[in-house]
Structures are given as C-alpha cells and as structure tokens.
C-alpha cells in the first residue's frame, strides 16, 4: 500500500505543474477556444458555418439527426432560396398517409426538417452496440462548456491527446484508485474487528474479505474501459461508445480549407452551436439595443430631475 501511495504521490506531484485547473474527480478541464461568437457583440463565421455544416452532412449525418433544424434555416448560413431548395431535394422525406392510408416517400423542401438517419431510438441503439447516438440540434448547449466540449471530445481520442494529458488522467486515476481503496481498508478493519468480537462470544460468523490493493494506472488499457468503448479524454468516464468520427483529409472543403481534424472539429463545433442558439446574433443586437436605451433613458431622467428641482436647489 506505502508503495502504491508513494507511486500516486509522485505522479500528482510530477504532473501538477501541467495544469493548474485539473480536478482530480472530473478528469481534465476542457481546453478554451476562440470563437467569433464569443463575447458580448460575437457573432457567427458564415464561411465556418458552412464548413462545419459539410463536416455534418459527411460524417456525423450516417449517426446523428438535427430534429430541430428545418432546411430553411440554412438561409442564416448564407445560403440563397435556390440553393436550399436544392439542398432539400437531396433527402428523402417520410411523408403522409396518402388517400390509400400508407406513408410514402418524396424529396425534402425548405419547409422539411433534417430527416433522423433511424426510424427510432431502439433501432438507432441496435446499429451502435446499445448506445443510442444523441440528437445534435441542442448538444452544444446540453454540454457544459458548449463549443469547448464538442471540439475537446472530437479531438481527445487515443492519438489525438498530448502524453502529459494523458500522464494527468493517469495520476488523477491512481489516486482515485487509492483513496477507495484506503477507505475500503477502513471499512475491513471494522468489519474484521465485529467478526472478531462474534467468534469470541462463540458466535458463527462469515470473516471479511480484505480489498485487493489497487496497481497504478499507467496506460489506457489499466483504465479497464469495456471492449465496446473508445478512449476519450473529455468523456465522463473516459471511455465513450463512438469511435473517432474525424480523420485528416476526412472531407474535401469546397472552399479550400485544409481539412485537418482541429479544424472540422472547429467548424463542426461553431456549427452545432447554431444549431443549439440560431437566434444568438439576434439576442445579442436585442441586448445592446436595451442597453443604450437605458442609458438614454437614465440620462432623460436625470435631466427632467434637475429641470423639475431646479428651484429647490
């Protein structure tokens, strides 16, 4: 156990440095971006919205739905009346019944939401070994750090994290281990010593087992994640049921972007944040408009008070 504590002790130590913000019980802090939308006048990056909706409709559509997100939306990307139009048509739609009484099939229209890429949730779950891939209209606002979360969980899979990330998670796991296990020691000796108090008055009583001590975690593997799990470094838990979706080059940008995972991942992210808060621009100019008619209004006030007071003072 000393050896063990010592072993905790050490890494904790080595590796504190590397982050002052790590919490041991909540794995690691999400890395902060930049965002165009950040701040009190942000505002939406058409060219990484569009972006971010190709990242979509390649890669995240085979899994993923945006059940709230209606093709005419896309006007706010940029996108012209015609181009929706043709943008809607590429999907079929599930529609009716029809004068027979039977559902049929036709191509979208503006008017159409993002079709669901499974007919339900049970039939979702059973392509993905029992995990039921989320709807991703309100995910960024569903997660703690929004646009930080889903960029840090697109780019934290093995291969993706840097070694001290990774070293961070280990100590933090390690001493985790070895804290359960102090009080699971605990929890043995009383119980031990109430085992042992019933034999001496002659009493039949099962001994306790004592808890096996628990050996550092020095790779992803000692992490004992199942075999249908992938290792994520921003995923509660750390091991999360979708394989890495993105890989270099893993889409051809129209506008010549070079694809590399960071930036799809960016793009996907400032994406999926409009879809969450389509209105946030608009929310924004609402504020700022209040603001300055408040601080208009202060100013009228504070000019009828003198005028009103004028002779009082």
Known sequence: ???????????????????????????????????SFDGAFGTFDREALQRGLQVYREVCAACHGLEYIAFRN????????????AFA??????????????????????????????????????SNNGAAPPDLSLIAKARAGAANYTHALLTGYEGQVSDDALQII????????????????ED?????????????????????????????????????????SNFN??????????????????????DGTAATVDQMARDVSHFLMWTAEPKLENRKGMGLKVLIFLVVFTGVLYAVKRKVWADVH
């Not at 890494?11 to 913000?21: E, H, K, M, R, Y």
């Open 1 to 35: 156990m000393r050896k063990g504590l010592m072993f905790g002790s050490a890494a904790l130590a080595a590796f504190a440095s590397a982050t002052s913000t790590a919490r041991a019980a909540e794995g690691l802090p999400l890395p902060e971006q930049e965002w």
């Open 74 to 85: 896309l006007a706010d990307l940029g996108y012209n009346e015609d181009e929706i139009k």
């Open 89 to 126: 048509a590429e999907y079929t739609i599930v529609d009716g019944p029809n004068d027979e009484g039977e559902m049929f099939e036709r191509a979208g229209t503006p008017a159409d939401y993002f079709p669901s890429p499974f007919p339900n949730e049970k039939a979702a779950a059973a």
């Open 170 to 185: 280990f100590a933090q796991e390690t001493q985790k281990r070895e804290e359960k296990y102090k009080a699971d020691l």
């Open 188 to 228: 043995y000796e009383r119980r031990l010593e109430a085992y042992e108090d019933k034999v001496a008055d002659g009493e039949e009583a099962k001994k306790p087992t004592p808890p096996v001590e628990p050996q550092p975690v020095t790779s992803i593997d000692d992490l004992g994640l199942s075999d249908t």
């Open 233 to 254: 470094a921003y995923f509660p838990g750390y091991g999360i049921a979708m394989a890495a979706p993105l890989f270099e080059d893993g889409v051809a940008y129209a």
